[in-house]
C-alpha cells in the first residue's frame, strides 16, 4: 500500500461512513463538517480529540482513511457495519456501528 494520499477515481459513499462505532474498549463518531470527514475519538487519558480523516483507497467493498498527522488507519466496512482501526502502535480494534446520522449536502 502506497504511503501518501491519492485522489479516488470513484466517489466515496460518505452516508454509509457516518455515525458511531463502539467496541469492548473504544468509541468513536465519524461526521462529515465543511465537506470533510472527521473523526472524534478518546485518545491519551481518555481526552477526546476530533481530526480529518483523508481518502486514501477504496477497494473490494471496503473504503481505507488515514489521518494526516498521526499515523493511524481507518477500514470501513462500505456496508455501513463495521471499522477496522488500527492505531499508532499498531494495533487493531474492530468496532460495530451503532447508529447512522442524517446528513444534508
Same mark, same amino acid.
Given at each position: 500500500?502506497?504511503?501518501?494520499?491519492? &485522489?479516488?477515481?470513484?466517489?466515496?459513499?460518505?452516508?454509509?461512513?457516518?455515525? /458511531? %462505532?463502539?467496541?469492548?474498549?473504544?468509541?468513536?463518531? !465519524?461526521?462529515?463538517? +465543511? +465537506?470533510?470527514?472527521?473523526?472524534?475519538?478518546?485518545? *491519551?487519558? @481518555?481526552?477526546?480529540?476530533? %481530526? /480529518? =480523516? *483523508? &481518502?486514501?483507497?477504496?477497494?473490494?467493498?471496503?473504503? =481505507?482513511? *488515514?489521518? /494526516?498527522? !498521526?499515523?493511524?488507519?481507518?477500514?470501513?466496512?462500505?456496508? @455501513?457495519?463495521?471499522?477496522?482501526? !488500527?492505531?499508532?502502535? @499498531?494495533?487493531?480494534? =474492530?468496532?460495530?456501528?451503532?447508529?447512522?446520522?442524517? !446528513?444534508?449536502?
Amino acid at each position: 500500500m502506497p504511503e501518501r494520499f491519492s &485522489p479516488l477515481r470513484e466517489p466515496t459513499p460518505w452516508r454509509n461512513l457516518i455515525g /458511531e %462505532y463502539k467496541s469492548n474498549e473504544l468509541y468513536s463518531s !465519524v461526521h462529515w463538517e +465543511n +465537506n470533510k470527514l472527521f473523526v472524534t475519538m478518546p485518545k *491519551k487519558y @481518555g481526552a477526546l480529540y476530533k %481530526y /480529518e =480523516i *483523508k &481518502p486514501f483507497t477504496l477497494a473490494d467493498g471496503k473504503a =481505507i482513511f *488515514k489521518s /494526516e498527522f !498521526v499515523y493511524e488507519v481507518f477500514t470501513f466496512d462500505l456496508k @455501513g457495519h463495521f471499522l477496522e482501526f !488500527v492505531d499508532v502502535y @499498531g494495533k487493531t480494534h =474492530i468496532l460495530k456501528k451503532q447508529t447512522a446520522q442524517k !446528513v444534508r449536502f
